[in-house]
C-alpha cells in the first residue's frame, strides 16, 4: 500500500441498479445441480446441489479439500463437470462460459498475475478481453482500493496483489461474483471493510457466493450459508432459518441428565456436574418443551448457535449428514 489505510467501500459507484429489496429473491442465479467431478478417479464433488438466489451473499464453508475451489472452477466455466448441471444466469457454465466471462467476476483463491507489468497495466491488459468501460471501472477500483498505479505487481504485499484480483474481478461490473479466499491476504481491519461492502453490492442486485475460513467475520456479511463437506453439500440454509434449524439447549439438573435423544439430531453435547447443554439440529419443539418443564429441570436455555458453531458441530461429526434445507 503505497497511500495509507484505503477506504474500502464496495458501494457501486455510477452504477444504477435496482435495489434488492425489489427483486425476486427466489430466483436463483447460481443453480448446481448433482455436479460430480472426479480428479484421477478420486471424487472431489460427489453429486454437489448448490442455489444462490439472487442478492444473496452466500457463504461457501468447507474444511480444507471439502471441494470449494473446484466447485468455484466448475462455476467459471474452467473445467466441466463430469456429471451434473451447472448454471449461472440461466446459462451452462462450461457451453456458455464465454458469454459469463462478461457478466461474472471471478477472484481466484492464489491470484496469479505478469507480475513484471504495474497494476495499471495489468488492467490494460485484461481490459482487452472484456467489453468496453472495464478499464475505467477497474482505475476507479484500484483507487478506491488504495492501490498505486505505478506499482509492479511483485512489489505489492499478498494484501495488494489479492486487491488487484479485487478490482480486476469487479472491473467487468458483475452481475454475479465468485470469491475464493478473496480475504485471506488482507489485515483485519481490511478484511472487515471489505466483507461489511459485500451487503451494498448485493443491495446493488449483485449475487455473491464467497467462500472463505473466517467464519466468524463472514457470518456478519452472509445471507445465506451453505456447508460442504467431502464434496456434499451438508446444509444450505438461508442464515436465519440456520438460526432456527441448529439449537443449544443448556439446563441444570437436579439428579439424572436429561435423554437428548428425542431433543432432535443432537450434534454435540457436553457438561458438567449438573450442568447440560447439547446442541441440537431440528429440534422437535414438544420435546424441547417437554424438557423444559420436567422436574428438576432449572435454569433452561434454549438459544441461537453461532454459524462458526454450526460449522465446528456438524464438521465434527462423523456420521454422514444428508440434512438439505430450502436449497
Ligand atoms: N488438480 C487436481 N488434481 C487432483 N486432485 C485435486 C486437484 N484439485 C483438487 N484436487 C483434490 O480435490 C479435492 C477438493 O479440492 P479443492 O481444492 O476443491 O478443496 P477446497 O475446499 O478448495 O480446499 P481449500 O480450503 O484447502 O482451498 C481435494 O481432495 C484435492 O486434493
Redesign the pocket.
Known amino acids: 500500500m503505497t497511500r495509507g489505510r484505503p477506504i474500502l467501500i464496495l458501494t457501486v459507484g455510477g452504477l444504477s441498479r435496482t435495489p434488492a429489496a425489489g427483486l425476486c429473491m427466489a430466483e436463483d442465479v447460481i443453480v448446481a445441480d448433482r455436479v460430480v467431478?472426479r480428479?484421477?478417479g478420486?471424487t472431489?464433488?460427489d453429486e454437489l446441489n448448490l442455489r444462490v438466489p439472487r442478492g444473496a451473499v452466500y457463504a461457501f464453508l468447507?474444511?480444507?479439500?471439502?471441494?470449494?475451489?473446484?466447485?468455484?472452477?466448475i462455476l467459471t466455466g474452467l473445467a466441466p463437470a463430469d456429471a451434473g448441471r451447472a448454471e449461472i444466469l440461466g446459462l451452462d457454465c462450461y457451453a456458455r462460459a464465454l458469454d459469463l466471462r462478461h457478466r461474472v467476476g471471478y477472484m481466484p483463491?492464489r491470484p496469479r498475475f505478469y507480475d513484471w507489468m504495474k497494476v495499471a497495466d495489468i488492467g490494460w491488459f485484461t481490459a482487452a478481453f472484456h467489453r468496453p468501460g472495464f478499464l475505467p471501472r477497474y482505475r476507479e477500483w484500484t483507487d478506491r482500493l488504495g492501490l498505486d498505479p505505478a506499482k509492479k505487481l511483485k512489489e505489492l504485499s499478498k494484501g495488494g496483489y489479492a486487491r488487484v484480483g479485487l478490482a480486476l474481478a469487479l472491473a467487468p461490473d458483475p452481475e454475479v461474483l465468485l470469491l475464493?479466499?478473496p480475504t485471506s491476504g488482507l489485515d483485519l481491519l481490511t478484511r472487515r471493510e471489505f466483507l461489511a461492502g459485500l451487503a451494498d453490492l448485493a443491495a446493488a442486485g449483485r449475487t455473491v457466493l464467497i467462500?472463505s475460513?473466517s467464519i466468524a467475520e463472514l457470518e456478519r456479511a452472509c445471507t445465506h450459508a451453505g456447508l460442504?463437506r467431502d464434496?456434499k453439500m451438508i446444509l444450505s440454509a438461508p442464515l436465519g432459518e440456520l438460526r432456527k434449524k441448529v439449537r443449544r439447549i443448556s439446563l441444570r439438573f437436579a439428579e439424572q441428565p436429561p435423554d437428548a435423544a428425542a431433543l432432535g439430531t443432537v450434534l454435540t453435547r457436553n457438561g458438567t456436574g449438573h450442568f447440560w447443554q447439547a446442541t441440537v439440529q431440528d429440534p422437535d419443539p414438544g420435546a424441547v418443551n417437554a424438557l423444559r418443564s420436567s422436574p428438576g429441570v432449572t435454569d433452561f436455555e434454549d438459544s441461537a448457535v453461532s454459524l462458526e458453531e454450526v460449522y465446528a458441530a456438524l464438521m465434527a461429526r462423523t456420521a454422514p449428514v444428508v440434512t438439505r434445507v430450502a436449497e
Not at 62 to 73: F, L
Open positions: 467431478v480428479y484421477r478420486k472431489a464433488l468447507g474444511d480444507n479439500g471439502a471441494g470449494k475451489t473446484t466447485t468455484m472452477r483463491e475464493d479466499e467462500s475460513h460442504l464434496g
